[in-house]
């Protein structure tokens, strides 16, 4: 089966950095997007960051614009795996932070025939404050 297994949050000050990555385990062919979503307390969940690739796609990001210029979304799609840098880190940034799959083609056969999965990650905790 499946899962999506984040790592990297945490406490850190303002004007700190933190990594947040995202692994995909179990049998995975490819991975069309991946995201990176936030949800602080009170507020409804956000986009922050997402990569997408596949077909004749080289790699396409989109970012939110409270974090252009200091986050950046990376992949490595040999393992599965999307990170999520963050820099300049601001206390409005705190928020349990979600990793999201969509259209996870888990074998070839599921590629070809348009067969896929959405997938959460479980979430992790950014906490910016002094």
């Known amino acids: 089966q499946v899962q999506l297994v984040e790592s990297g949050g945490g406490l850190v000050q303002p004007g700190g950095s933190l990594r947040l990555s995202c692994a995909a385990s179990?049998?995975?062919?490819?991975?069309?997007?991946m995201g990176w979503y936030r949800q602080a307390p009170g507020k409804q969940r956000e986009l922050v960051a997402s990569s997408t690739t596949g077909g004749r796609i080289s790699g396409t990001t989109n970012y939110a614009d409270s974090v252009k210029g200091r986050f950046t979304i990376s992949r490595d799609n040999a393992k599965n795996t999307v990170y999520l840098q963050m820099n300049n880190l601001k206390p409005e940034d705190t928020a349990v932070y979600y990793c999201?799959?969509?259209?996870?083609?888990?074998?070839?056969?599921?590629?070809?025939?348009?067969?896929?999965?959405?997938?959460w990650g479980q979430g992790t905790l950014v906490t910016v404050s002094s």
């Open positions: 999201k799959g969509d259209r996870i083609f888990a074998t070839y056969a599921d590629y070809y025939t348009n067969r896929y999965l959405e997938l």
């Open positions: 179990g049998s995975v062919f490819s991975i069309q997007t």
